[in-house]
């Protein structure tokens, strides 16, 4: 009798650890703050995650060590940032990091006041986190779906078969006819596809392109762990064809700058697919293609920052057509659509009004009183 009961106690308990290890978290998400950001938890509290593929490590920042009660452990290390630039952070322990019923204990991280970051209240979900499970991606209904056991995927899906460098994941591609292995998966970044510099077929396309007027030239500071960089000249054009693992994509908008690593940031997987599967306990990503990519939306040809109470221009578009040509890099601006620098509590709240703007035109009146009417002019052929 007792060997019977204690066969049926042995079945219930591996049936209930089986369902456990497959259970699947289902978590409502939004593009609203320009990453990917769901709700979690960081030592028993809730927190706004931001997904981020491209980070080796979670990061927090000093509004979040307080509220979420995070010690430093151990020195500094060097980390470098979106511009290529190496800093030293703080390391830190989270004791616990949740999404949904899915947690992890002990986990290290770094903290960093990045100041896009810092103003929005997120703390970075990085890979130490993310590759631990499997992740599922609906773009059309804003859910993620999270899971120990790997996703189902479809006969229609793309397969992409990742490869790691630095606890960070990567996919080979091919530029014209030649075959690349450098391209980072990076959720974190709120772009398209970022060719670095010194890519050689990149760097003829680009030459091409030029001659057909065929690009968008910027000077843009781009934002690091610290903060904007030095803007610096940055040309966007729309690839004819890249491929990722054999399959062709179209009309890929594609940056080439001095900062930018190789990667594909969320845009490209938002626009180019309606569900993504990261089934990392196989190494394997899938993607569900778009019948018709997203449409690309042209940026504001002109892009504000504010420090110590002024507003100075940080970006501009230099294409013939810019609505911005009155204005150069650096120029301190009186107004932007009516209000001053007084008119925002501080720097946090103008830089997220300003990073989350979505109208099409931006008013601005500069310090002899003209005022200028910006658009998003720059349209890609």
Known sequence: MFKYLFAIFFCLLYHDSGAQSNRIDTIPFTLDKLLL????????VEADFAFDTGAGLTVSNSKADLAFSIQEKGGKRGIKDANQ???????IVFNDLGVGSHHITNVKGVSTDMPYLYCANLVLLGQNFINKFNWKIDFDQNLIFLSETPFTQTDQMQVWPIFYRGNRPYINFKLNNTNYSNCLIDMGFNGVFDIHIANPDGKLILVEKKKLNQINPYMTASMGLHGLNKATEKNNFLLDSVRFTNVAYHK????MSESAETKLGIKFFRDFSSIMILNHSES?????????PEPYISL??????????????????????STASPLKIGDEILSINGKIPADFKDD???LLWMYQYKNSELT???TDGTEVLIKRSSLLI
């Open 348 to 350: 946090c709240d103008f």
């Open 300 to 321: 504001l040809d002109a892009r504000v920052s504010m420090k110590e109470g002024k507003f100075t221009v940080s970006d501009i578009f230099t294409g013939s057509n």
């Open 252 to 255: 890929v908008l594609a940056s």
């Open 85 to 91: 630039n190496t800093s030293k952070l703080q390391n």
């Open 37 to 44: 950001v769901f709700k979690g938890t960081v030592n028993g």
């Open 284 to 292: 394997k990503y899938y993607l569900l293609p778009r019948k018709i």
């Open 364 to 366: 601005i009146k500069k």
